[in-house]
Antibody, heavy 124, light 107 residues
Framework: EVQLVESGGGLVQPGGSLRLSCAAS????????MSWVRQAPGKGLEWVAS????????YYVDSVKGRFTISRDNARDSLYLQMNSLRAEDTAVYYC?????????????????WGRGTLVTVSS | DIQMTQSPSSLSASVGDRVTITCRAS??????LNWYQQKPGKVPKLLIY???SLQSGVPSRFSGSGSGTDFTLTITSLQPEDFATYYC?????????FGGGTKVEIK
């Protein structure tokens, strides 16, 4: 079955760290850009970070730069998000999402597969 | 950063109604625009990509149009299962951004 399964969420104090994982199955993980997208309780979707197939390119939203690190292990079909110096405003469900390119342009893509998400709560 | 503004933020409609949701980009994004549907407690689902292409398996009552800065998502005959929140997303440039969402509720 083609799926993404996140894990690693939980309750953490402000300033703490957490590492999220996303296990991919049923498709060639190493062929896809991957992203993390989050959703604060009752709020909209926010892109967090993306990583190229071989890990050579990484992009982040400004609010997490210097605190979060996206990485991947293609041998394990896994995506990660190391989150340090966590803040209350990082509280959200974190989704792992697969990038699908539908055209020749670097901008012709969408998120065609999402995991169910893992909840991160930052609170004292 | 490209800002994506959706309107309305919410709407009430009846089964069978025609519903139109708009999404405006703060600068031109060509047709690098996707639409997603999210039901309460569920994962977002891709509906439309490239502004107007229907994702496989999505009912034909959903359609998208637009280019440049102005885009629309239309549901021609609203069904009970369409009550959800809809998000647009630009993939033109980083940081990737979503619209704030449009919640479609039952009248």
């Amino acid at each position: 079955e083609v799926q993404l399964v996140e894990s690693g969420g939980g309750l953490v104090q402000p300033g703490g760290s957490l590492r999220l994982s996303c296990a991919a199955s049923g498709f060639m993980f190493s062929s896809h850009w991957m992203s993390w997208v989050r959703q604060a309780p009752g709020k909209g979707l926010e892109w967090v970070a993306s990583i190229k197939q071989d890990g050579s390119e990484k992009y982040y939203v400004d609010s997490v730069k210097g605190r979060f690190t996206i990485s991947r292990d293609n041998a394990r079909d896994s995506l990660y998000l190391q989150m340090n110096s966590l803040r209350a405003e990082d509280t959200a469900v974190y989704y792992c999402a697969r990038v699908f390119f539908y055209g020749d342009s670097i901008s012709n893509w969408n998120y065609d597969l999402w995991g169910r998400g893992t909840l991160v709560t930052v609170s004292s | 950063d490209i800002q994506m503004t959706q309107s309305p933020s919410s709407l009430s409609a009846s089964v069978g109604d025609r519903v139109t949701i708009t999404c405006r980009a703060s600068q031109s994004i060509s047709t690098y625009l996707n639409w997603y549907q999210q039901k309460p407690g569920k994962v977002p689902k891709l509906l439309i990509y490239g502004a107007s292409s229907l994702q496989s398996g999505v009912p034909s009552r959903f359609s998208g149009s637009g280019s440049g800065t102005d885009f629309t998502l239309t549901i021609t005959s609203l069904q009970p299962e369409d009550f959800a929140t809809y998000y647009c997303q630009q993939t033109y440039s980083v940081p990737l951004t979503f619209g704030g969402g449009t919640k479609v509720e039952i009248k």
